[in-house]
């Protein structure tokens, strides 16, 4: 079935450190959006793109849509104990209204 | 403005109870989303108003699960007959537009959720 991957599940960095997460889907989406969900709270969305190639940036994360609409990335330049968390990737696939989550990836900061 | 809200927070249900979550918008958003999400998972999607429209059901797990926004704004997710892998962080999702646009394509404003425990 269609599905979202990310890698990696989980990823703890020393503070100040730079941090990766990629989301792959199993076909094309309409657009990507990414969230982020604090422990024991809920997804707060952070961004959307459209465009395939797209790059979007928001002070210290850069947010890329993959040619094909069928990955991102998400890049966190040094880290900072705000930022843990779990960043989902999300999307709708093409013809579909409804979002599919990814898997997530789980950040830990060690200070 | 207020943000999504539900109730109740928690909720402690034993096997073969009913249960009914409450969702509350926000105000003049016309796409409503509910989501399950498990311990250590993403959300998955259960189903989708516009208005009081239900317009996609497909990720409900049984006919146990059971939606409604009977006047296009408050949401009540029932569920019927509990069972233990029912236990989950239940998502409840407001978006601003609706008929006529692509709705997956803007932002969703998530509530607290609801914990339900099923013994």
């Known amino acids: 079935g269609q599905q979202v991957m990310q890698i990696p599940q989980y990823q703890h960095v020393q503070e100040g450190e730079d941090f990766t997460t990629y989301c792959n889907s199993s076909t094309t989406l309409s657009n990507i959006q990414w969230y982020k969900q604090r422990p024991g709270g809920h997804p707060v969305f952070l961004i959307q793109?459209?465009?395939?190639?797209e790059v979007k940036k928001q002070k210290r994360l850069t947010f890329q849509f993959g040619e094909a609409k069928k990955n991102s990335s998400l890049h966190i330049t040094a880290t900072q104990t705000t930022d843990v968390g779990t960043y989902f990737c999300?999307?709708?696939?093409?013809?579909?209204?409804?979002?599919?989550f990814g898997t997530g990836t789980r950040l830990t900061i060690i200070p | 403005g207020a943000g999504v809200s539900q109730s109740p927070r928690y909720k402690v249900a034993k096997r073969g109870q009913d249960v009914a979550l409450r969702c509350d918008p926000i105000s003049g958003h016309v796409s409503l989303f509910w989501y399950q999400q498990a311990l250590g998972q993403g959300p998955e999607f259960l189903t989708y108003f516009q208005n009081e429209a239900q317009l996609d059901k497909s990720g409900l797990p049984s006919d146990r699960f059971f939606a409604e926004r009977p006047e296009g704004s408050v949401s009540t997710l029932k569920i019927q007959r509990t069972q233990q892998e029912d236990s989950a962080v239940y998502l409840c999702a407001s978006s601003l537009l609706g008929t006529g646009y692509r709705v997956a394509s803007y932002e969703q404003y998530f509530g607290p959720g609801t914990r339900l425990t099923v013994t």
């Open positions: 999300a999307g709708p696939f093409a013809g579909n209204e409804k979002l599919t």
């Open positions: 793109l459209v465009k395939s190639g």
